[in-house]
C-alpha cells in the first residue's frame, strides 16, 4: 500500500467512520484542558508501535547525482510499499457532500478556532455558503482596481459590501477548517491596537537599525526562548523570526552551503519541498534518499551515498516530522553513520527541519533529543502550527558562527545584512511573543499531551471500526487509505 496523504483526508472517509470519529471527539471535547489551545487538526498522537507492520521491498532507488532540481521523474518520485498494486491508495480528494462542522464535538472536523475566544460568533453553528449573489462580489470583477479616469468604478459595489462578504467567507471557511496541522485556538485580542503601527524589523534582530518602529526586543525575547527549549549556551547563538518555515529552512541550507560551498545536501525524498527548492536556487548538488515504510530516511542508503562521495562535505537535513507521515529521522543513527565513515566534524553541516514537530518534540517525555548539545547546526520551525498564530510566521535558530559568513554592512540601516527578508514583519515577533508569555512551558505541554492523546485514540478508533490508518510513534498527524 502506497501512502500519500496526511489527516487532510479525514473528512473524506467521515460517511464511514462518523460513530467512531464521533465518539473520540467528544471524548476530546470532554478532556480538553480550559487553558489549552490543543483544537488544531492534527491533534496527535504518540503510541504508533501497534502500526500495521510494513512490507519493506521498496522499490529500486537511481542514485543519479541531481544538480538544482527535484531528484527524481515524476514516475519514480514516489516509494510504494508494497509491490501490490491493488490495494487502495491514499489521497487528500474530497467529497462535495461531505457536511459542514464547527464547535460541535459531536461532528467530525476540527473545533472552531474560536470556541474559546468566540470573535464573530462561529459557536452558533455551521456558517452557511455563499449565496450566488455573495460569491459573485468576490469574483474578479467585482473586486478589480479602477485604473484609468474612464474606468471610475461607478458600477462596482463598495469596499465595505466587499469585505462584509468577505468576512462572511472567511467564517465559513474557518468554520468547518479540516485537514492542516494549525493551532487556531488563540487570542490575541489584547494585540489588535498595535496594527495601526508599520512595524517593521529590518536588518539583523540584534543590531538596532536606524528604522524606530520595530519590535526587536520581543524578537530577541523569543529567540532567547527557542535557543534554552534547544539547549544553547548563552552567546553562542543567533536566530530570527521568520515568515514561515520555508524561510527558515532557506536560510539554513544557506548557511550549509556558504560554510561547504562543494557540499552535497542529502535529504529524504519524503523532505518538504522548501528544502530541495533551497538546493535549485543555490545550485547544490542534492541527493534524495529513499525512506522506510513509515516515512524516515533509509540509514543503510544514506551512509552508502555519503560513502560514494567521501571527497566532498556532507550537508544533512534531518526531519522533524516529515509533511505527510509525520516521520521523525533518527538524529543519533545519522551522527552515528558519519562517525562510522570517520566524517570529521568539521566535513558535515546538519539542518533540521522541524516546522511542526521541533515544537512538541520536548515536551514528549520519550522523544529523543534534538538540540544543540549535540552536533546539529541549525533549525527551524514555524510558529503559526503548533503554537498558533493569525499570520504565517516562524523561527531560524544557528550558531553565531555560521551568520558571520553571510553577515554584510548596511549603511543606510545602520545595521547587517543576515536575514532572507530585508523588512521584516515585526508584528509576528509581538504576537509570537505574546503566545509564548500566555502559555508558559506548562501551557504548551499540556497542548502537546492533548494532541498526541487524541491523535493516538482515534487511530485506535478508526481501527477498531476496521479501517486502517497509521500513526507514527513521534507524531500528531493519523494516515488513512486513499478512498477508492
Known amino acids: 500500500m502506497s501512502i500519500t496523504s496526511n489527516c487532510t483526508i479525514l473528512s473524506t472517509m467521515r460517511s464511514v467512520i462518523n460513530p467512531a470519529y464521533r465518539a473520540a471527539r467528544t471524548a476530546a471535547a470532554r478532556t480538553r484542558c480550559p487553558s489549552s489551545s490543543s483544537s488544531f487538526l492534527p491533534t496527535s498522537s504518540a503510541a504508533a508501535s501497534r502500526v500495521a507492520s510494513n512490507n519493506s521491498n521498496n522499490s529500486v532507488v537511481d ?13 519514480d518520485h514516489e516509494i510504494t510499499e508494497s509491490s501490490t498494486t491493488s490495494e487502495p491508495r491514499l489521497d487528500n480528494n474530497t467529497a462535495p ?32 455558503p455563499l449565496s450566488d449573489d455573495e460569491e459573485a ?85 523569543v529567540i532567547d526562548f527557542f535557543a534554552k527549549l534547544w539547549k544553547m549556551e548563552s552567546d ?31 535529504s529524504s525524498r519524503e523532505t518538504h519541498y522548501s528544502i530541495f527548492k533551497a538546493a535549485r536556487y543555490y545550485r547544490m548538488d542534492a541527493k534524495a534518499i529513499p525512506t522506510l515504510p513509515m516515512g524516515e530516511i533509509d540509514y543503510d542508503a544514506l551512509a552508502a551515498e555519503i560513502s560514494k562521495n567521501k571527497d566532498r562535505p ?52 520519550w522523544a529523543p533529543e ?48 543576515t536575514t532572507i527578508m530585508g523588512s521584516r514583519n515585526g508584528q509576528a515577533a509581538l504576537y509570537l511573543w505574546y503566545s509564548l508569555r500566555k502559555k508558559g512551558i506548562a501551557g504548551i505541554k499540556r497542548d502537546v499531551v492533548h494532541c498526541m492523546e487524541t491523535a493516538q485514540y482515534l487511530r485506535d478508533k478508526i481501527t477498531e471500526a476496521g479501517l486502517t490508518c497509521r500513526l507514527n510513534d513521534l507524531s500528531s498527524t493519523v494516515v488513512l487509505e486513499r478512498p477508492m
Not at 63 to 75: A, M, V, Y
Not at 108 to 128: H, K, Q, R, Y
Not at 158 to 186: C, Q, T, W
Open 314 to 365: 556532507v550537508i544533512i537535513n534531518v526531519n522533524i516530522g516529515t509533511t505527510v507521515k509525520g516521520a521523525v529521522d533518527n538524529l543519533d543513527r545519522i551522527l552515528r553513520i558519519l562517525k562510522t565513515l570517520d566524517i570529521p566534524r568539521e566535513r558535515y553541516h546538519i539542518h533540521c527541519d522541524g516546522a511542526l514537530f521541533a515544537m512538541m518534540m520536548p515536551f514528549v517525555d
Open 137 to 221: 462580489m468576490l469574483s474578479p470583477e467585482m473586486v478589480r482596481i479602477p485604473i484609468d479616469d474612464e474606468d471610475d468604478g461607478a458600477n462596482l459595489p463598495n469596499e465595505s459590501d466587499i469585505l462584509a462578504v468577505y468576512d462572511k467567507l472567511l467564517k465559513r471557511k474557518s468554520s468547518v477548517h479540516f485537514g492542516y496541522p494549525y493551532n487556531l485556538m488563540y487570542n490575541h485580542e489584547e494585540l489588535y491596537e498595535f496594527m495601526k503601527y508599520s512595524i517593521n524589523n529590518l536588518g539583523d534582530p540584534f543590531i538596532t537599525s536606524n528604522y524606530g518602529v520595530h519590535s526587536r526586543q520581543f524578537e530577541c525575547s
Open 236 to 266: 553562542s547563538y543567533w536566530g530570527y523570526v521568520t515568515t514561515c518555515g520555508t524561510e527558515g529552512n532557506l536560510h539554513g541550507i544557506l548557511l550549509a552551503r556558504e560554510c561547504h560551498p562543494d557540499g552535497i545536501l542529502y
Open 97 to 128: 457532500d461531505i457536511s459542514d462542522f464547527t464547535s460541535d464535538p459531536l461532528k467530525a472536523g476540527t473545533p472552531s478556532p474560536w470556541a474559546v475566544f468566540d470573535a464573530w460568533g462561529a459557536g452558533e453553528g455551521i456558517i452557511d
Open 63 to 75: 542514485f543519479r547525482r541531481f544538480k538544482s532540481s527535484l531528484p527524481l521523474p515524476e514516475d
Open 370 to 417: 534534538v538540540s544543540f548539545r549535540k552536533p546539529i547546526d541549525s533549525i527551524a520551525v514555524s510558529g503559526h502550527k503548533m503554537l498558533g498564530c493569525p499570520m504565517p510566521c516562524g523561527i531560524a535558530l544557528t550558531r553565531k558562527e555560521h551568520v558571520k559568513k553571510v553577515e554584510q554592512k548596511i549603511e543606510y540601516l545602520n545595521s547587517v545584512d
